[in-house]
C-alpha cells in the first residue's frame, strides 16, 4: 500500500489488526538505541557486522588517500588497507603493519578512538538486551461468559510458564471500541473493566480473572452482534515483580470479540491423582467447552 504521494506506507500490528501509518517521519540517530534493543539477536548481530564492515571500509579508503602511509603493507593495494583497519579498529595491533606517516598516525588515532567507544557501546547494548526481563506468561486464546455464582461473567485465563515466583502481580483489562460523540464525531475509546480479583501476592501457576457483567459495566447486556458492530478489543495487562531478579514483569494480550465463546466455560487445570498429588496440565489451558443452554441467559454464537 502507498500513499497519495506514492510512498510506501508503514503497516503495523495493533491488538490483531493492521494499520497503515502514512508520512511517519524517519528514523533519526535518536531511534537508534531502541531499534538495537527490539529487534531479533541475529538481526542485531548482523547489523553490528555490517557497521564492523562498512566502518572498515571507510578508514581502508582513508589509509589508500595517501600511498606509503603503511608499513609493511600486505598484500599492497585496498585490501591490505582493509586488514590493517581491522587490526587498527580491533586494536589487535600485530605488529608487522603500522602506520609510518603523520597523516595515517592521525587516521589511525582517529580509528583507535571510535573502536575502543563502539566496544563499549556494543557491550553496553549487548548487556542490556540479554538482561532485559522477559515475562513468559501465556494468555488463553478465547475468553469465555458465563454464568458464575448466579451471575453473568466474563472471565479471562492467564498461566506462567516460566514457574518462577511473580510477587505482587496486578491485572488491568480493558474494553477498547468503536464510539460517535454527540457531534457526530467517530473515535476508538477505552473503558475500564473492573476484575472481581485484580492483585495477585503470588503468581506461579495460573489465574482465572473474572469480571462482572452488572450495570456498573461496560459490557452490561452487550451481545455478539454489538461487540462486533463497534469493533471491540479487550485488552489485558500483567505486571509485577520476578522474585529471582526483582526485576519488573509486563505482558499484555489482546483479544478480538471474535474470540470470546458465549456460554462456554475452561477446562480445569488442576487435578489430583489417586495418591491425592496435584497436578496443572498447560496443554487445556486453551480448551474451552460450551455449556448447556438452560445453564445460563448466554446463547451460542
Known amino acids: 500500500m502507498t500513499t497519495s504521494g506514492n510512498k510506501p506506507a ?59 602511509g603503511i608499513a609493511n603493507q600486505y598484500p599492497q593495494g585496498f585490501l591490505g588497507a582493509f586488514f590493517f583497519s581491522v587490526e587498527t579498529l580491533a586494536t589487535v595491533g600485530y605488529g608487522d603493519m603500522h602506520p609510518q606517516s603523520l597523516y595515517t598516525h592521525w587516521i589511525s588515532m582517529l580509528e583507535i578512538f571510535i573502536g575502543m567507544m563502539s566496544i563499549a557501546l556494543i557491550t553496553g547494548v549487548s548487556f ?25 461473567a466474563l472471565m479471562l485465563r492467564a498461566a506462567n510458564a516460566r514457574n518462577n515466583v511473580i510477587i505482587d502481580a496486578s491485572a488491568r483489562l480493558r474494553l477498547l471500541q468503536d464510539e460517535v460523540s454527540a457531534e457526530g464525531v467517530s473515535f476508538r475509546k477505552l473503558h475500564d473493566l473492573a476484575l472481581v480479583r485484580e492483585q495477585h501476592p503470588m503468581f506461579v501457576l495460573g489465574w482465572t480473572l473474572v469480571h462482572k457483567l ?88
Not at 256 to 280: G, K, M
Not at 288 to 299: E, K
Request: charged fraction near 20%; hydrophobic fraction near 40%; charge should be negative.
Open 214 to 301: 452488572d450495570e456498573a459495566s461496560p459490557l452490561y447486556e452487550r451481545d455478539a452482534e454489538s461487540l462486533a458492530a463497534v469493533r471491540a478489543q479487550l485488552i489485558l495487562s500483567i505486571n509485577g515483580i520476578d522474585e529471582t531478579t526483582v526485576q519488573p514483569m509486563v505482558a499484555r494480550h489482546t483479544f478480538s470479540h471474535q474470540d470470546i465463546r458465549w456460554n462456554h466455560a475452561f477446562a480445569d487445570l488442576i487435578y489430583t491423582d489417586a495418591e491425592e498429588n496435584d497436578h496443572v496440565d498447560y496443554q487445556k489451558l486453551q480448551e474451552v467447552r460450551p455449556l448447556s443452554p438452560d445453564s445460563g441467559r448466554f446463547g451460542e454464537d
Open 128 to 152: 542490556a538486551r540479554f538482561s532485559r526481563p522477559r515475562a513468559r506468561i501465556v494468555f488463553t486464546h478465547s475468553p469465555v461468559v458465563r454464568m458464575l455464582n448466579g451471575e453473568p
Open 10 to 68: 508503514r503497516r503495523v500490528e495493533v491488538g490483531g489488526r493492521s494499520v497503515y501509518l502514512h508520512s511517519v517521519p524517519r528514523h533519526s540517530l535518536h531511534d537508534l538505541y531502541h531499534f538495537c534493543m527490539t529487534i531479533s539477536w541475529p538481526r542485531f548481530y548482523l547489523f553490528i557486522a555490517a557497521a564492523f564492515i562498512a566502518l572498515n571500509l571507510l578508514f581502508a579508503g582513508l589509509y589508500q588517500a595517501q600511498a606509503g
